[in-house]
């Protein structure tokens, strides 16, 4: 009996440490796995699609975000979550413990990155940024000119080029509806593809927000009167085409060259977008100032000096010539 006694106060002993010991490897566990993760700064990490949650896990601990990529997959295992880890690039904070590191990558709440498309561009020289963005995958073709609309896109990493042309295309359609159906009633041309050839001139002629509506005016005057537009950006589309930049003056030659886009040589507009304009040149084209205006030159500043008649724009002309010879002095 005496035996039997020490027997069962032996088992209980052992049932005792066995008990302390796995609570102390439960707490041991659980002190790593709410313990501060050992980056001290933000760390950017991408998860290839198709990965693992133990390529996961890895990929996390090789870039200092886990102290055990081990006990993560032991710990997203438990919780049920290893099934929601989703691919993407990944911004995990400072000092993110396991439980946090797993919201950001189960929440999906990947690096977004901002191209800007600068207004005024041609459908060419978007291409050619598009395709300088390493944050974007696949090939690109060329799109008609005129049908993107210049403005910041927000990407994830690994979106394809002709995905991103789609968005443009489609934000620049949803822009041009929205903005005819609020156009003035009285203007001289009928089809949205001729107020986006008219407001990529205006997109051309001026950098100067405030004076899109003044220069739409013009063109709009000059249109009304059956005059020709002879607007200088669309001589240089005639030359060099969706290149862009001439990169020197207008030659005299070239003024009086015939091309399909030389307003200074055709009647109304040139047959396509000389650009993309943006969303401002379109509404000015659409709803102009009130003026009367069918003439402007640079005024050096900037920006331009509009005049109703030919004798005022000549002085004007002069006054400009004038500073011109000042300037290179």
């Given amino acids: ?28 566990i659980l002190g790593l796995i709410y313990l501060p993760g050992p980056h001290g700064v933000t760390v950017r990490v991408l998860l290839q699609s198709g990965a693992s ?11 200092g975000v886990l102290r055990s990529g081990s006990l993560f997959r032991l710990y997203v295992r438990v919780i049920g979550e290893s099934v929601n880890l989703k691919a993407g690039e990944y911004d995990i904070p400072a000092g993110a413990n396991m439980p946090a590191v797993l919201r950001v990558v189960t929440a999906g709440e990947i690096v977004l990155h901002s191209i800007t498309i600068a207004e005024g561009l ?37 979106t394809t080029r002709s995905a991103l042309i789609a968005r443009m295309q489609a934000a620049q359609k949803t822009a041009l509806d929205e903005l005819w159906r609020r156009r003035h009633k009285n203007l001289p041309f009928k089809t949205k593809r001729e107020a986006l050839i008219l407001a990529s001139i205006v997109e051309r002629e001026t950098g100067v927000g405030s004076e899109r509506p003044l220069i739409a005016a013009v063109f709009v005057n000059r249109l009304k009167k059956r005059m020709r537009l002879q607007s200088d950006p669309t001589i240089i589309y005639g030359i060099v085409g969706g290149e862009g930049k001439l990169g020197r003056p207008i030659r ?5 060259r015939k091309t399909p886009f030389n307003t200074y040589r055709i009647n109304g507009l040139p ?4 650009a993309n304009p943006g969303r401002a040149s379109i509404g000015a084209v659409l709803n102009p100032a009130d003026s009367k205006a069918l003439y402007f030159v640079a005024d050096g500043s900037g920006g331009h000096a509009f005049a109703e008649t030919l004798d005022a724009h000549n002085k004007n002309v002069r006054r400009w010539r004038q500073i011109e010879k000042q300037n290179r002095r």
């Fill in 1 to 28: 009996m005496d035996r039997l006694k020490q027997l069962i106060l032996k088992f209980r002993g052992l049932i005792i440490v066995a008990a302390v010991s796995g609570s102390l490897a439960i707490a041991i």
């Fill in 53 to 63: 949650s133990r390529t996961i896990a890895s990929n996390l601990a090789e870039a």
């Fill in 252 to 256: 005299r030659s070239e003024i009086r």
């Fill in 271 to 274: 047959p396509t977008p000389i």
């Fill in 122 to 158: 041609t459908s060419m020289q978007i291409v050619k940024l598009l395709r300088d963005e390493d944050v974007l995958a696949g090939k690109v073709t060329l799109p008609k000119e005129g049908t993107l609309l210049p403005e910041t896109y927000k990407v994830a990493r690994g």
